[in-house]
């Protein structure tokens, strides 16, 4: 487990994009959430070289197999993936994909169909379809991507949901607000939380709960000791925290709450992590994954594409091979025209022109705020940590970013 976990993007559509081309959002250009509507059906990752498509190339079969969300249309099954099945938006409409029991309109290699039930429970026998599918020796990579935990919160099993309703909820810190202005009605947080913290902490286990079939449907093939798993997502999410519900555009201007930002990164390779149970607490991301999955798979990317690809990400065997390897001290993240560096410790979050109307800058100290609450940015005691940041985050972005993507153009 990685303990430092951080979305790159924290919003669907920029997080999903860099782990499919192991960029960041100032390099392939997505910065918020594609809204799947006639307006915005293009190829977003046009010109992009795609992790299934470096798969397939090494001999991999690939398959997707649930949400999509880099285009407004997933009903066409996109370049790099052998096997499609995605959601269907036209008989519905977005919200279709997010009906957590009932009947979904789904794209079966481009087919339209449905699926009748617990969506992720329909899902999963597709998994292992996918799996059987072909000559057995052939290595596969299949992206997973339930949509179990995103609103409404609602449509569970009963009996997981009625597991947590005598919780008391006691990570979910009560009567915080936020110091940014709240986006919406829609994301302020209900009085009482109760019901859809129990809701929630629902559908966490119902996914687990389904993960747990896929392993055990590994390990009944003989496949689980040599097959890589990767559980994580694409940003986190405020449940109560910051008297908000959502994510980054929960806010205005966007936030970079630690709710927001991180994420679960759990991998197991029993053949070839022999690290069990060992939690790693360095900064990761989704442009790191994208390079340990290749690498994982032995893929060996020639010089030219590399470049073209020109990822920040590094290979999280580099120091799984080499435990005194040397790894970044900081992680950066960025949302639109805003940007954070954090080292753990210490958070810095610039945003930049446009600004209109006017919002500023952002310094906090977790160690004695790990709450957020207390902006430090002109606190003078740290002036000289805040510049040092400052220009660290600057050499990032001037390092990577292509300038008709940059987020500062947003």
């Not at 997707?64 to 409409?93: C, E, M, T, Y």
């Not at 119902?206 to 747990?212: A, P």
């Not at 590094?314 to 940007?339: C, K, M, Y």
């Amino acid at each position: 487990m990685i303990a430092r976990a951080t979305s790159p993007g924290p919003v669907c559509s920029p997080a999903r994009a860099s782990l499919l081309t192991g960029r960041l959002p100032s390099q392939h250009g997505i910065h918020d959430f594609i809204s799947e509507t006639e307006a915005f059906d293009r190829d977003w990752l046009a010109g992009e070289i795609l992790l299934p498509e470096l798969l397939q190339r090494a001999g991999f079969r690939t398959a997707l197999v649930g949400k999509w969300h880099l285009g407004a249309n997933s009903l066409r099954p996109q370049r790099g993936f052998d096997r499609w099945i995605s959601f269907d938006v036209g008989p519905q409409g977005w919200r279709n994909q997010y009906l957590h029991r009932g009947v979904v309109h789904i794209s079966n290699q481009g087919v339209p169909d449905t699926l009748d039930g617990y969506q992720t429970e329909e899902l999963v026998p597709m998994v292992f379809e996918c799996i059987d599918h072909g000559r057995p020796e052939v290595p596969f990579f299949i992206l997973f991507a339930p949509t179990e935990t995103h609103a409404p919160f609602e449509g569970y099993p009963e009996g997981w949901v009625d597991r947590y309703r005598d919780s008391d909820f006691v990570d979910v810190p009560r009567g915080e607000s936020s110091f940014l202005q709240v986006a919406g009605d829609h994301a302020v947080a209900p009085d009482q939380l109760e019901e859809m913290l129990a809701q929630y902490y629902a559908a966490v286990s119902h996914q687990d709960e389904q993960l747990g079939v896929i392993l055990d449907g590994l390990e009944a093939r003989g496949l689980l000791e040599n097959t890589l798993v990767v559980y994580t997502s694409d940003h986190g999410h405020m449940n109560g925290q910051h008297g908000l519900v959502g994510k980054a555009n929960a806010t205005i201007p966007q936030n970079f709450y630690e709710e927001t930002i991180r994420v679960p990164m759990i991998l197991s390779w029993p053949s070839g992590l022999q690290i069990a149970g060992e939690v790693m607490d360095i900064p990761f991301d989704h442009c790191d994954l994208f390079q340990s999955v290749l690498d994982g798979a032995g893929v060996e990317v020639d010089a030219a594409t590399l470049q073209q690809i020109n990822s920040p990400g590094r290979s999280l065997f580099d120091i799984v091979r080499n435990p005194a390897a040397t790894w970044r001290s900081v992680q950066f993240t960025e949302h639109g025209n805003a940007r954070m560096v954090s080292d753990g410790r210490y958070k810095l979050v610039r945003r930049y022109p446009p600004r209109a109307p006017l919002f500023g800058d952002e310094f906090f100290d977790l160690r004695a705020d790990p709450r957020e609450t207390t902006n430090r940015i002109r606190d003078p005691r740290y002036m000289d940590r805040i510049s040092a940041m400052s220009a660290i985050l600057d050499t990032h972005f001037a390092r990577y970013e292509v300038p008709e993507h940059s987020g500062l153009r947003v």
